[in-house]
């Protein structure tokens, strides 16, 4: 649904709380498409609309519609993104959605896409959303705040093999098992409500040469992160939807930032962008030639200034694709 909230919901200048990532490598890989008369770009993962208000900015007949779950980062956009009126259209969805999204909005095709993946600076910066372990806050970990279950309810109910499961396949996580049995025994004795107390039962739980080397909680958090959100999931409903909706010359942009939402983003985009031809045929068969062709080698990283100048973008891993022939 379109998303709407009464003025002056939040007085928070949202360009002072967030700096995009690889904002300038975005706007090139997407003008040629957002330059489009009449053109459409959908920004799956608004934010707090940085990289929507300079699209919007570059590009005075472009029409965005932005997408989040999060519904305070979208009042946040919609300060920022108010100057350009009925060109910036903000819809309260999961990326996922975007199809209903798009048609929601009385289109049927789009110029450009840009997934902007993982948790939010907002949701980094607010500790009470239960995001980081460096902050003792209740731990929610939803992206959207009205709907799901949360990170302490999860942990407060799955079984020892599913925790096991969780932090295996999300965090990629060696010990998964050993803090999946502390869990276990920790809850008896009273719930997991707060990441700090998570932190101290995984604290304890890690052999010293461990915790030598890395924070115990970091892939456990990501891990309960991406479960809580179904961030995998939705990402593999997400990125076949929205490659399907380009129209000819259509371009995707992802920037993902971890492994398992970069494996999977290589994995699509190369799949569409290879000759379906069957091997030993003298010619290659139109109905077979590639339907995208990639616009980046390989992952893209930001450069050392970009990373000086936002840490945020340093685990960051850009892939881009243009589509070369029509499906239907």
Same mark, same amino acid.
């Given at each position: 649904?379109?998303?709407?909230?009464?003025?002056?919901?939040?007085?928070? %200048?949202?360009?002072?709380?967030?700096?995009?990532?690889?904002?300038?490598?975005?706007?090139?890989?997407?003008?040629?498409?957002?330059?489009?008369?009449?053109?459409?770009?959908?920004?799956?993962?608004?934010?707090?609309?940085?990289?929507?208000?300079?699209?919007?900015?570059?590009?005075?007949?472009?029409?965005?519609?932005?997408?989040?779950?999060?519904?305070?980062?979208?009042?946040?956009?919609?300060?920022?993104?108010?100057?350009?009126?009925?060109?910036?259209?903000?819809?309260?969805?999961?990326?996922?959605?975007?199809?209903?999204?798009?048609?929601?909005?009385?289109?049927?095709?789009?110029?450009?896409?840009?997934?902007?993946?993982?948790?939010?600076?907002?949701?980094?910066?607010?500790?009470?959303?239960?995001?980081?372990?460096?902050? %003792?806050?209740?731990?929610?970990?939803?992206?959207?705040?009205?709907?799901?279950?949360?990170?302490?309810?999860?942990?407060?109910?799955?079984?020892?093999?599913?925790?096991?499961?969780?932090?295996?396949?999300?965090?990629?996580?060696?010990?998964?098992?050993?803090?999946?049995?502390?869990?276990?025994?920790?809850?008896?004795?009273?719930?997991?409500?707060?990441?700090?107390?998570?932190?101290?039962?995984?604290?304890?739980?890690?052999?010293?040469?461990?915790?030598?080397?890395?924070?115990?909680?970091?892939?456990?958090?990501?891990?309960?992160?991406?479960?809580?959100?179904?961030?995998?999931?939705?990402?593999?409903?997400?990125?076949?939807?929205?490659? %399907?909706?380009?129209?000819?010359?259509?371009?995707?942009?992802?920037?993902?930032?971890?492994?398992?939402?970069?494996?999977?983003?290589?994995?699509?985009?190369?799949?569409?962008?290879?000759?379906?031809?069957?091997?030993?045929?003298?010619?290659?068969?139109?109905?077979?030639?590639?339907?995208?062709?990639?616009?980046?080698?390989?992952?893209?990283?930001?450069?050392?200034?970009?990373?000086?100048?936002?840490?945020?973008?340093?685990?960051?891993?850009?892939?881009?694709?243009?589509?070369?022939?029509?499906?239907?």
């Amino acid at each position: 649904m379109t998303h709407q909230e009464p003025a002056g919901l939040d007085a928070r %200048d949202p360009s002072e709380l967030h700096v995009p990532v690889l904002l300038d490598r975005c706007l090139d890989l997407l003008a040629p498409v957002a330059a489009r008369p009449g053109a459409v770009v959908v920004d799956a993962t608004l934010g707090m609309g940085g990289h929507s208000a300079a699209m919007l900015a570059a590009h005075p007949g472009l029409t965005v519609i932005g997408l989040d779950r999060d519904t305070e980062a979208l009042a946040l956009a919609g300060t920022r993104l108010a100057p350009f009126g009925e060109r910036a259209i903000r819809v309260h969805a999961v990326y996922d959605e975007i199809e209903r999204a798009v048609r929601g909005a009385g289109f049927s095709r789009i110029d450009g896409v840009l997934f902007d993946l993982g948790v939010s600076s907002l949701q980094l910066d607010e500790a009470d959303r239960g995001f980081a372990y460096a902050q %003792d806050a209740p731990l929610d970990m939803r992206m959207d705040q009205s709907r799901g279950e949360t990170a302490a309810e999860v942990l407060a109910t799955a079984s020892e093999g599913r925790l096991r499961a969780i932090f295996e396949r999300y965090g990629e996580e060696p010990l998964a098992g050993r803090y999946a049995r502390a869990i276990l025994a920790a809850r008896a004795e009273a719930p997991i409500e707060r990441s700090g107390r998570l932190v101290d039962v995984l604290q304890a739980a890690t052999p010293a040469a461990v915790r030598d080397q890395r924070h115990p909680a970091k892939r456990v958090f990501q891990a309960l992160r991406i479960e809580v959100n179904s961030e995998l999931s939705v990402l593999e409903r997400a990125i076949p939807a929205a490659l %399907d909706l380009l129209s000819l010359g259509g371009r995707a942009v992802v920037m993902a930032y971890q492994s398992l939402e970069d494996r999977f983003v290589k994995r699509e985009l190369s799949a569409r962008s290879r000759s379906t031809t069957p091997p030993g045929l003298p010619m290659e068969l139109p109905e077979h030639s590639p339907e995208f062709r990639l616009l980046t080698r390989g992952a893209e990283l930001a450069d050392d200034a970009e990373r000086a100048r936002n840490p945020r973008a340093i685990p960051v891993r850009l892939r881009a694709a243009e589509r070369l022939r029509e499906t239907r």
